[in-house]
């Protein structure tokens, strides 16, 4: 396998034939990435493993493909090239390594794993069977946000000051599995929200985090969980970027993102839905089960960009932030909008296979490998301990973005 430098430019056009994707876990994540497969021209959607039999049937309806019920089985059927493994987090480091194991190329989505020795381990396998890993998707994989690190790296603002970065959203009162409120069992946010800001920042600002100092909460004792932290994240090359996330169902930073969503669908604003949803909740976890397994009717591809809040970056000659449909720039001469012309598929998930396709095709390494998860991970790590001993932590596994050539 050659090792060319990364790019985090746009897509390419495909070069040889599909390549054959499996899915683990066909529940909220696992749908949007066969969504997005689907519609990819450099990949054919192959084969699913999950225990629930509803989107297995599912699955098997719409693809005329095989569906296990043991993701052993799917990381043996020759027709699979790469696993994207979507199951709960505690289980991404057994299943990306099995994955590995089997001489699968792997897409392992967020968190990386729960802890940094399993990130170390499924980097061991990766290395040993001598296939690639990529970890996502993220928000950092959104093409506004790429947009922006080219801007940035290109120097076209001058030097990058500081990102702001904010999340508002009813995370908290989802439908959850117990382990989802229980934070040493990979619960809350900063094992589930807060590493899409992490690695949108880490994207933007270079990668080296040089310390945390962080501001967690769980608000509601009857879900005994982070939802809410502030952070300041300090980077080796002088910039800060400060996170905010609050998932209490109250304000939604949405309002302030013209309205859209996170997957860039135009989205309804209703207060207080998802408590009064589960006030009505018999039993949360099939709740949570039913309502996102695959399946259920699709929402159409989303017409606007897909964003995480409101990310705004301050360089020395003006601001910049994700819009509707591209990026804002407030510079010297006004206020530019570079559009993103749209493409076909999913944005973001449709980059993550990109860089996949790029890997295998090219033998371009990715920018969001085995190591660069380990180090949004650890970061995640820092603000918890940051939080809870109340001073600053400083970092140690963190790795530069290599933009590659441009
Ligand atoms: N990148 C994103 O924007 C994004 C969005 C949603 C979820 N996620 C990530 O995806 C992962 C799954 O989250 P989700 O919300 O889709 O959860 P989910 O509960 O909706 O789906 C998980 C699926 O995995 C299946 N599963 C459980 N054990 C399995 C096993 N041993 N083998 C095969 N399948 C198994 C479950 O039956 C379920 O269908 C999480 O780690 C989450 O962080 C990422």
Redesign the pocket.
């Known amino acids: 396998m050659t090792q060319n430098n990364p790019s985090i430019g746009g897509s390419e056009a495909p070069e040889g034939p599909p390549i054959g994707l499996g899915i ?7 749908a ?1 990435m066969v969504q997005a497969a689907a519609v990819h021209p450099g990949f054919a959607v192959r084969a699913a ?4 039999p509803a ?1 297995r049937e599912a699955f098997r309806r719409d693809f005329q493909a095989r569906a296990y019920e ?2 052993a089985e799917l990381c043996a059927d020759p027709a699979v090239e790469v696993v994207y493994v ?4 505690q ?2 480091a057994a ?1 990306a390594m099995l994955a590995a194991g089997r001489g699968k190329h792997v897409i392992l ?3 990386m794993a729960l802890t940094l020795a399993d990130c170390d381990a499924i980097i061991a396998a990766v290395e040993r069977n001598n296939v690639w890993l990529i970890v ?4 950092a994989f959104d093409p506004a946000v790429r947009l922006m690190r080219r801007m940035i790296a290109g120097g076209e603002l001058g030097r990058l000051g500081m990102i702001n970065s904010f999340n508002y959203t009813n995370y908290l009162y989802r439908p959850r ?1 117990p382990e989802e409120l229980d934070t040493a069992k990979g619960g809350g946010i900063l ?2 929200q807060v590493p ?1 800001q992490i690695d949108t920042v880490r994207l933007l600002a270079g990668g080296l985090v040089r310390s945390v100092r962080a501001h967690a909460n769980a608000l509601d004792p009857s879900r005994p969980t982070e939802a809410g932290c502030m952070a300041l994240l300090q980077f080796e090359n002088g910039a800060a970027a400060s996170l905010v996330y609050s998932g209490y169902d109250h304000f939604d930073s949405d309002e302030w993102h013209f309205g859209v969503g996170e997957r860039g669908s135009l989205k309804p604003l209703s207060y207080g839905a998802a408590r009064r949803a589960l006030e009505n909740a018999h039993d949360e976890s099939k709740m ?2 039913e309502m ?3 399946g259920k009717p699709s929402q159409g591809l989303p017409k606007n960009q897909p964003h995480f809040g409101v990310t705004i970056v301050t360089c020395a000659e003006g601001d910049m932030r994700a819009s509707a449909n591209g990026v804002t720039i407030y510079g010297r001469n006004g206020i530019q909008e570079v559009a993103i012309p749209p493409a076909p598929g999913i944005a973001g998930r449709r980059e993550v296979l990109d860089d996949m396709h790029a890997a295998l095709r090219l033998g371009r390494k990715p920018v969001h490998d085995g190591r660069w998860g380990k180090a949004t991970l650890e970061v995640a790590l820092a603000i918890l301990r940051s939080a809870r001993e109340g001073r600053e932590v400083a970092l140690q596994h963190q790795v530069a973005v290599d933009d590659g050539p441009r």
């Open positions: 683990v876990g066909l529940g909220m994540a696992g949007v493993a999950d225990p629930h989107p043991d993701v979507a199951t709960p987090h289980f991404h299943h989505e967020k968190p996502g998707h993220t928000h599995r094992f589930n899409h949570r089960t996102f397994a695959y």
